[in-house]
Structure formats: structure tokens, C-alpha cells
């Protein structure tokens, strides 16, 4: 049975930046109980794990919560899938596929978040060869505005399946979703501090393709990358197996100890480095389970532009960093590989990202976002779904080429816009 909380609270992300328009929240514990519950809702949204940092998963009617339907469904171990429910986090499935000898292509830098949620939105980690986390979906039980359950799936019909996966929360409810998985891996993550600006535009290729998963902080300041953080797989299969680091990293030098991206944070919320093995899911994110990821009170913002833009990108927001450095608490440059997802930040397009971690100052923030935003104008910049940005709509969409198959497929799951909100609305349809 399902049950319905109204928080004496405001309700608020995970950050506390973003209110919720409603208390009014739904639990639901099994597909039918979500069938109900959109039966009696004209207007819902899901939310997820509440790690965005916008409107987007807002409703100002009622949302909806699948955060106790959080079980393994099946793992397929010939056809190498997994399928779980739709509110279960990474930080649920990952020991479990481990346990199992299994492992996923790709993290977040941090597991706490919902599967579904992250899918929604194209959340991503880093690898020239890795495509965003939602690359590995493979099929998707989904429930629609008149309640009734849809199976989406590659293989019954791509094209749906193709403008389904990335879907912002819009077409319906997931309730299930499969994920394609593989052999269990060890990794180990090394450090390095302080790459100087000129090896990094000589050398970007060669950097960010320097191990399975390269994510490269820094403050803008001191023509310096503060830290390369660098994830190799540790056996023979991947291709970049080395079992040591270099004493130096084209001019970077080793981290004698474990360290947080933000440099006055202890390190204790982070994943193991200096090199030590450990399961891929205690090493690709940055941060542990159970511990705070990032710094908590922060805010977000992420760019993506076509990755032979890189260098290009990176010196033109530098160029900014007097007016970036006031509000910044740490930045991070990661590539994501391109995808066929229609709503993905990354469809067609092998991808740089430049991320923002600022401090709780939104009156601040906002003045800069504008400037980053018309300095990477020339690159055709797509924002991350789930963060902050201030790019108008009609910018945000002529820069996804198939919105209007998007829209199209919105209509005929759902349409009379039970799962439309303000932000869908200004950015998809306004
Ligand atoms: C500390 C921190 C670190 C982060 N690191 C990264 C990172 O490394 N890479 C990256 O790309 N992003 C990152 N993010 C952003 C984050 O991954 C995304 O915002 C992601 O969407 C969060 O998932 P969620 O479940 O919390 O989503 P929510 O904010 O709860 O919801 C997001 C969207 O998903 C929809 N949704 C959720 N569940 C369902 C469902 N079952 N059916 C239909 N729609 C659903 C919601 O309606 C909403 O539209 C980070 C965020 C934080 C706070």
C-alpha cells in the first residue's frame, strides 16, 4: 500500500537551494500502487533523490516518491543485464552486481543518487570511451498519464526507445529499468597535483584518454589544472592496465596522500586513491556512500560542448576567472562520449564537460552564468538538465537537434500534460 506524507518542512532538494512547490508527497511500494496514484492525480511529478539543482523534477500539485521500491528485479547472467525498480540508487545495486561478479560501464562522481533519476537526465562520469550512465539502459517499464504500464525497449522499437531513455521526468512514471552490465573489474585512482595550463592545451588528448575515467579540478587561478585525478582499470582486458603511476604527470606531480577536490574538505569523504586497488564501484565516483558527497551547501552548474572545442573552451572561461573566482568553490572537466539518446547533451556529439561548483550565492551566480555562457556561445554549449544555468529557452532548444521528435513522442505518451511542469514547459515548450 502506498502512503502520503505532508512534511511539516518545506520540502527541498538535497542541497536546500530549491523548494518544492508542494509537501504533498506519495510512497509507493509496488507498480500498482503508482498505477493508482497517477489514476488520481490530474497533474504529478516523480521525484527522484532530489539531487538536482532546478525545477525540474517540481510539481506544484503532487509528487510522487519510488524511493521504497528499491529491489533487484532480475539478473539476466547470459544475457549480461540486470533489472531493477526504478527507485533503487547506485549505491544499492553497485555491491550487489559486485557480489555477483558484475559491474556497471560507468558512475557518477557520487553513488547516492537515484538510477532512474540520473537516467532522466543524462547524469554522467567521465572516459573518452564512456557514454553517459543512461548508455546502458537497455529497456524500461514505464507508466503513463491513463495509468497503464508501457514496456520500452532497443530492441521492440528503437526509435521510442532512443527518445525515451533521456526523458526529463515527462512521459510517464518508470517503474523498471534494465541495465546492460559486465565482468567485474578492480581499479585503482591516482592522483596528481598541479598540471600546468600550457602541458594541458599541448597535451588534452593525450590527458583526458590517460586512463578509463579522467576528471581534471581546478580554480582557474595560477594558469594550473589543480588535480588530475586519473582511473585505470587494474587488469588486462581495458587496454590501460599499468599498475603504476608515473613520477610525474606531464609536469604534475604525485598527491602524497588522499585529497578532496575542494582543498580545505577532508578527504575522508572521498573514494581510496594513491594507487590502491579496490571494486570499480569504490573507485569511479569521487565520493563515498554514507558520507556527504562534494560539500553539501553548494550549488551546480555544468556545460557540455563538442570535445575538438576542448582547449578552445577551457581558455575562454579562464579568460573569466576573475569574475568566476569570487563564487567558485571548485570546477571539474570531464569527456563523456557520444550517444543516439534525442534529449542527451551528448547526442552526436563526443563531449567536453566544464562543471561549476559554486557557493550557495544564486544572486552571485547568476551574473556569472551569463558571461560563461555567452563565452562558450561559439560552441554550441548545452547545459546539464539537472542544474543551474540562464540560458533562454529558445537557445537551450535550438542546440537539441530533436526536440521536435521529442515533443512529438511527449504528445502520444502524454497528452494532456499530467507530467508537465514550469520547467518543461519554458524550456521544452515555450
Ligand atoms: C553532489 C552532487 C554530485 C553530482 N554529480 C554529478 C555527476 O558526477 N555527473 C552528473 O551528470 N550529474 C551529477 N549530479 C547531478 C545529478 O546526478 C542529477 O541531477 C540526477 O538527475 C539526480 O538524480 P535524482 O534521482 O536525485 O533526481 P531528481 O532531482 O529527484 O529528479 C530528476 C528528474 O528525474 C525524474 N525522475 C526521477 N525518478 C523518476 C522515475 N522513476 N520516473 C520518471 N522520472 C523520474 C524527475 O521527475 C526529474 O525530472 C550531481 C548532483 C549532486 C547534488
Request: hydrophobic share 40%; net charge negative.
Amino acid at each position: 500500500m502506498s502512503h502520503l506524507d505532508h512534511s511539516t518542512n518545506p520540502l527541498t532538494n538535497w542541497s536546500g537551494n530549491y523548494q518544492y512547490s508542494t509537501d504533498q508527497i506519495s510512497h509507493a511500494r509496488s507498480v500498482d500502487d503508482v498505477r493508482a496514484i497517477v489514476k488520481q492525480h490530474d497533474r504529478l511529478k516523480v521525484l527522484g533523490t532530489r539531487h538536482c539543482f532546478n525545477g525540474i523534477a517540481d510539481s506544484a500539485h503532487h509528487l510522487l516518491s519510488l524511493g521504497e521500491m528499491n529491489r533487484v528485479v532480475e539478473l539476466d547472467r547470459a544475457e549480461r543485464t540486470v533489472t531493477v525498480e526504478a527507485g533503487m540508487k547506485y549505491g544499492q545495486l553497485c555491491p550487489y552486481l559486485d557480489a555477483n561478479g558484475f559491474a556497471l560501464h560507468q558512475l557518477a562522481s557520487l553513488p547516492h543518487i537515484s538510477i532512474a533519476g540520473a537516467c532522466a537526465t543524462a547524469t554522467h562520469g567521465s572516459g573518452v570511451t564512456n557514454g553517459s550512465l543512461a548508455t546502458a539502459v537497455v529497456a524500461m517499464e514505464i507508466v503513463t498519464a491513463d495509468g497503464e504500464v508501457v514496456q520500452v525497449s532497443r530492441e521492440a522499437d528503437s526509435r521510442t526507445f532512443e527518445g525515451a531513455v533521456v526523458n526529463l521526468g515527462a512521459l510517464g512514471v518508470v517503474t523498471k529499468i534494465t541495465l546492460r552490465i559486465q565482468p567485474t573489474f578492480q581499479m585503482r585512482q591516482d592522483v596528481y597535483l598541479n598540471l600546468p595550463m600550457a602541458e594541458f592545451e599541448n597535451h588534452f588528448e593525450q590527458i583526458a584518454a590517460a586512463g578509463y575515467s579522467v576528471s581534471l579540478f581546478t580554480d582557474w587561478q595560477a594558469d594550473r589544472i589543480n588535480q588530475v585525478w586519473i582511473k585505470r582499470r587494474v587488469d588486462d582486458s581495458s587496454g590501460d592496465s599499468s599498475s603504476k603511476s608515473e613520477p610525474v604527470f606531464f609536469g604534475a606531480t604525485p598527491a602524497t596522500r588522499n585529497v578532496h577536490p575542494i582543498g580545505e574538505i577532508s578527504a575522508e569523504n572521498c573514494t581510496e586513491q594513491m594507487g590502491i586497488p579496490g571494486p570499480w564501484y569504490d573507485r569511479l565516483p569521487h565520493f563515498r556512500m554514507g558520507f556527504t558527497p562534494s560539500s553539501g551547501k553548494e550549488l551546480q552548474s555544468e556545460y557540455f560542448v563538442p570535445r575538438r572545442h576542448a582547449v578552445e573552451a577551457i581558455r575562454v572561461v579562464g579568460e573569466l576567472r576573475d569574475h568566476i573566482r569570487p563564487h567558485l568553490l571548485i570546477s571539474e572537466l570531464r569527456t563523456i562520449d557520444a550517444d543516439g539518446l534525442w534529449m542527451s547533451p551528448f547526442y552526436n556529439r563526443p563531449s567536453l564537460a566544464l562543471h561549476f561548483t559554486w557557493k550557495q550565492d544564486w544572486p552571485g551566480v547568476s551574473k556569472v552564468l551569463p558571461m560563461i555562457e555567452a563565452a562558450l556561445a561559439p560552441f554550441d554549449p548545452r547545459p546539464h538538465w539537472g542544474k543551474l544555468f540562464t540560458m533562454p529557452p529558445a537557445q537551450l532548444q535550438k542546440r537539441h537537434e530533436k526536440l521536435p521528435e521529442f515533443k512529438q513522442l511527449l504528445m502520444g505518451f502524454d497528452p494532456q500534460g499530467k507530467f508537465r511542469n514550469d520547467f518543461l514547459v519554458n524550456y521544452l515548450l515555450g
